[in-house]
């Protein structure tokens, strides 16, 4: 019978006897496992790269969000393994796909993750089983992409046999308030039973799922977020842009509008957008309204506005340096803080690749700190953490703040520098009508 299906599931569920794949075990992935493990569950977390597998299985965390302590007890009482073998799957009445989605060179979507992890799945795929994908994405991916890769290759049918949905992945690197505990799930079934036994799976190990009616609905919410910010990081990145003609300081401008207690949300400029989501995620659902005749204006628009801003930063780095009488070139630029955001370690995307790689360009001679990245490496130059701060501060012409950590004593370098091109107000009121500082 049907339904004997779906209430055996859920009755595993339930009483946690479960035990949940999780295919991806990354930033989203590893969390997720250990938040279900915590929960109870018996995790079994599946990635083709070895290292993250043999970490997992020494209790030993690679993201800063997850400690050594937190893992290391789950993974001592079996809670919690890896392995690099997808039969592992068949064992497995909970699936969670935390694989990458990102952009391919040309700015397209790069589904492949999403399509070699659904295959991998698919042979092992049985009766009884519940699968949840939590990749951002576009809204359509999970019945048009997953969905027949999944019940081509099992002849089982959805909604009967197997359950399928999509909940998207919100987690905020680096926030202790918000974690994938606390934050809430959204969840969409591709039909009602498979959102049905998708929001028990769920609620079992988090404090509270949102149902929605499809698994569209969970997709686009996800794309509504991130747009949503990265618009207004487009917006405000334009005032800064906007300001500096007019001579206003952006930053007491924008303190002053966060003033009203109703009707605005403050977003600060910078250097540009990073990450594996805000750049990206919007553009995938551009892509996909393109297919559909439709042009995502506003998402274009702010993808152009960010894109911009590394180079306007080279602009205010030549800026400062000619009020020094010094050219860009063979100029020593130091580029304090290179993560995408403050005090996380991930490189995706972030902004300092495209200015450091435009300030070399112009014959720059640039090195870089950051107490999160020991090295970053480029198509065309890599460069190592500089070991002695200070003793760089004192040395370069000047000092480039692309990430502000909170680790950072910004008045010693301000007092210990010759110039700073602050992109983030680190410095606050220090920096302002300050003669070596030029800020965005
Ligand atoms: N990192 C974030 O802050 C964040 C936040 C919200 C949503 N997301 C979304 O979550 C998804 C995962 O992102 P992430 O940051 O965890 O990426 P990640 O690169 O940290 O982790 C993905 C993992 O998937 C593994 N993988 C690659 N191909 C695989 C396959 N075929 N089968 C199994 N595993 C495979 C990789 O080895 C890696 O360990 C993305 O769609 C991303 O947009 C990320």
Redesign the pocket.
């Known amino acids: 019978m049907d339904t004997d299906i779906k209430n055996n599931l859920i009755g595993k569920l339930t009483e946690k006897s479960a035990l949940v794949a999780v295919?991806?075990?990354?930033?989203?992935?590893l969390p997720l496992a250990v938040t279900f493990a915590e929960a109870g569950f018996r995790v079994i977390g599946?990635?083709?790269?070895q290292r993250?597998v043999a970490a997992v299985n020494r209790g030993e965390s690679y993201i800063l969000d997850i400690t050594n302590e937190q893992l290391a007890p789950l993974v001592k009482n079996g809670l919690v393994t890896a392995t690099s073998d997808f039969s592992a799957v068949k064992d497995a009445q909970a699936v969670s796909i935390?694989?990458?989605?990102p952009l391919r060179k040309t700015g397209d979507p790069d589904l492949s993750?999403i399509v070699?992890?659904t295959e991998?799945i698919a042979p092992y795929l049985h009766t009884g089983m519940v699968v949840v994908l939590?990749?951002?994405?576009y809204p359509g991916t999970t019945r048009e992409l997953v969905l027949p890769r999944l019940s081509e290759a099992s002849h089982l049918t959805v909604g009967k046999d197997f359950f399928l949905a999509f909940s998207?992945?919100?987690?905020?690197?680096g926030r202790k308030d918000f974690t994938t505990y606390n934050t809430p799930k959204v969840i969409g079934g591709i039909t009602p039973a498979c959102s049905e036994v998708a929001n028990v799976f769920y609620s079992m190990a988090l404090a509270k799922v949102v149902p929605v009616t499809s698994a569209e609905v969970a997709e686009m919410a996800k794309l509504l977020e991130n747009t949503f910010r990265m618009i207004n990081i487009g917006l405000v990145n334009e005032m800064a842009m906007m300001c500096d003609r007019l001579g206003v300081d952006v930053w007491e401008v924008i303190d002053a509008a966060a003033t009203k207690p109703f009707g605005f949300m403050k977003f600060t400029p910078g250097p540009g957008l990073g990450?594996?989501?805000i750049p990206?995620?919007p553009l995938y659902l551009s892509w996909k309204l393109r297919s559909l005749n439709y042009t995502a204006r506003f998402i274009e628009l702010a993808s152009e506005i960010n894109t911009q801003m590394p180079r306007f930063v080279v602009g205010k780095v030549q800026d400062g340096l000619n009020s020094f009488k010094k050219p860009l070139k063979d100029s020593r630029i130091l580029i304090l803080g290179v993560a995408y955001k403050p005090d996380i370690d991930d490189m995706r995307e972030s902004p300092a690749l495209d200015v450091i790689h435009l300030l070399k360009g112009k014959g720059a001679d640039v090195v870089y700190h950051d107490p999160f990245v020991p090295s970053i490496t480029h198509d065309e130059w890599s460069l190592k953490c500089v070991p002695d701060l200070m003793a760089e501060v004192k040395n370069v012409d000047a000092v480039v703040i692309i990430t502000n950590h909170k680790t950072y004593d910004y008045m010693a370098i301000l007092a210990a520098s010759k110039l700073i091109i602050d992109t983030r107000n680190a410095l606050g009121a220090a920096g302002r009508d300050n003669p070596k500082v030029v800020r965005l």
Not at 23 to 29: N, R, S
Not at 46 to 49: K, L, Q, S, Y
Not at 134 to 137: A, G, H, L
């Open positions: 295919i991806g075990i990354g930033y989203v992935g599946i990635d083709p790269d993250k935390c694989v990458p989605t993750f070699s992890a991998s939590e990749s951002s994405t998207p992945e919100r987690v905020d690197p990450g594996h989501c990206i995620d």
